[in-house]
C-alpha cells in the first residue's frame, strides 16, 4: 500500500475544526452590514497589539501594504535609499520602491539566513558617506541618502536586532521591521536584557496575515505595530484614501484597509497562536532529533540562543538540492523553496545593474535550502515518514537509520 502523501502545509483541517466559530464572523458582517472597518477592525487591532506589546496596531489590506504604509510613515521619502536583504519575498522590495525610493542590499548571515550586521556595517563604511553637516549617510554609487533599513524576520526567526538598531542609531536611520513572516516570535536584548517580540523593535513593524502565515485570515490582510502615536495616526491615513475624516483628505492616500470578516476571523484565529506557534516549534525539535544525526552534507535550521523562532518554514540545506526535492515529491512529500532567486538576480531589479556573486552567502543559500513541511498539526508519523526520505536520500550517517518503533 502507498504511504498517504504530507502536504507541504494543510489549511484545510484547522478551518474545518474552526468551521462553527468562523462562521458566525460571516453572519455577523452580514447582519450588521459592517464589511468595511467598524468595531471587528477594532477588536482586533487592540488585541493583535495586546499579543505583540506595542502601543498601537493599525489592520490594513495586506502585509505589502503594511510595509509600504510603515515606510512612508515613517518618513521614507522619493530618491531615498532603503537596505534590506536579499533573501527575500519581493513583496520587501516591492514596498520599498512603491514608497518611492531605492532599494539597496546587503547581505545574510550564513547560519540564520537573516541580516548579517556585520555587512550592514560594512556597507555604511564603505559603500556610503556620512554627511557631516547634514548628518546624514549618502550611498556614494547612488548619491542618494540612506534612510532606512528594513531587517526581516525570515521564516519566523528574528533577526539580530541589538546590532541592527545600534548601527540604525549611529548612523541615522529609521528600522522598520518585516514582521510578515514572525508571529510571536521572540528576541532576547542582550543589551536590554529582556526577551522582545517580533514587531515591537523598529519605528514600525509589518505583518501579513496571508492565508499561509502563522497567523493567517481567509483572504488578505496585514497590520502595522508600532508605538509611536504619529506613525499609526498616518497609517490610518494612508490606508483610507489620505482622510481622517470623510472626504477631508490631507493627503493622497490609498486603498488598503483591513475588511471586517478578516479582522474577525484573525482575532478567533489569535487566541489559538501561541498553541500553533508552540506546536510548530515541537515538529521543530522533533526535525532536529529525527535528523539531527545525518551526516555534515545536511544543514538543519540554527536557532541561536537569543531567539525564540515561530518556524513559519523548516529550511534545510543540502547541496544536491534539487534531486531531493524531485526524491520526496516522488513520495508524495510537498517542498518548498524560499526563495530560488535572490532579488537582486531577479528581472525585476535587472536595472538596478547588480551582478551573480554581489551577496554570496544569500546565493549558496538560495542554490541549496528546501522547505519541508511544516504546520501545526503535522503528526510524528508523518515527521517520521519525511525524515526516513531525507536520509534515504543520502543524507544518513551510517548509523542514523530511524528506529521507527521509538516514534510508535
Ligand atoms: C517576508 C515577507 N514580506 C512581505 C510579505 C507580503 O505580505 P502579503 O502577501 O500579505 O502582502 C510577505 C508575504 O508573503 C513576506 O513573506
Known sequence: ??????????????????????????????????????????????????????????????????????????????????????????????????????????????????????????????????????????????????????????????????????????????????????????????????????????????????????????????????DDDDVAHRVRMLRDHGQAQKYYHDLEGYNGRLDSIQAGILQIKLRHLTAWNQQRRECARRYQELLGSAGPELCLPHEPSWAKAVYHLYVIRVQKRDALQKHLTEAGIGTGIHYPIPLHLQKAYANLGYRKGDFPVCEGAAAAILSLPMYPGLGEEQQVRIAQKVLDFGCANTTSQISASAYA
Open 1 to 226: 500500500m502507498n504511504s498517504p502523501s504530507v502536504p507541504f502545509l494543510d489549511l484545510v483541517t484547522p478551518h474545518r475544526q474552526q468551521r462553527e466559530e468562523l462562521l458566525r464572523v460571516f453572519e455577523q458582517a452580514l447582519d450588521t452590514a459592517g464589511f468595511v472597518g467598524g468595531s471587528m477592525v477594532d477588536a482586533f487591532e487592540q488585541e493583535f497589539s495586546r499579543f505583540c506589546g506595542t502601543r498601537d496596531c493599525v489592520g490594513v489590506g495586506s502585509g505589502t501594504d503594511a510595509l509600504r504604509f510603515a515606510l512612508i510613515a515613517v518618513g521614507v521619502k522619493p530618491g531615498d535609499v532603503v537596505v534590506t536583504v536579499p533573501n527575500t519575498f519581493i513583496a520587501t522590495t516591492e514596498a520599498i520602491t512603491q514608497a518611492g525610493a531605492i532599494p539597496d542590499f546587503v547581505d545574510v548571515d550564513e547560519r540564520t539566513y537573516n541580516m548579517d550586521p556585520d555587512q550592514l556595517l560594512k556597507y555604511l563604511q564603505v559603500q556610503c558617506r556620512v554627511d557631516g553637516t547634514a548628518g546624514r549617510v549618502y550611498n556614494r554609487r547612488l548619491g542618494k541618502p540612506v534612510t532606512a533599513v528594513v531587517p526581516v524576520h525570515l521564516y519566523g526567526q528574528p533577526a539580530d536586532m541589538d546590532h541592527i538598531l545600534e548601527l540604525a542609531d549611529r548612523f541615522g536611520l529609521v528600522v522598520v521591521e518585516d514582521a510578515c513572516q514572525a508571529h510571536g516570535a521572540e528576541y532576547y536584548s542582550r543589551k536590554e536584557k529582556v526577551w522582545k517580540k517580533a514587531g515591537t523593535m523598529g519605528k514600525a513593524a509589518a505583518f501579513s496575515f496571508y492565508p499561509g502565515k502563522n497567523l493567517g485570515a481567509c483572504g488578505e490582510g496585514g497590520a502595522v505595530t508600532t
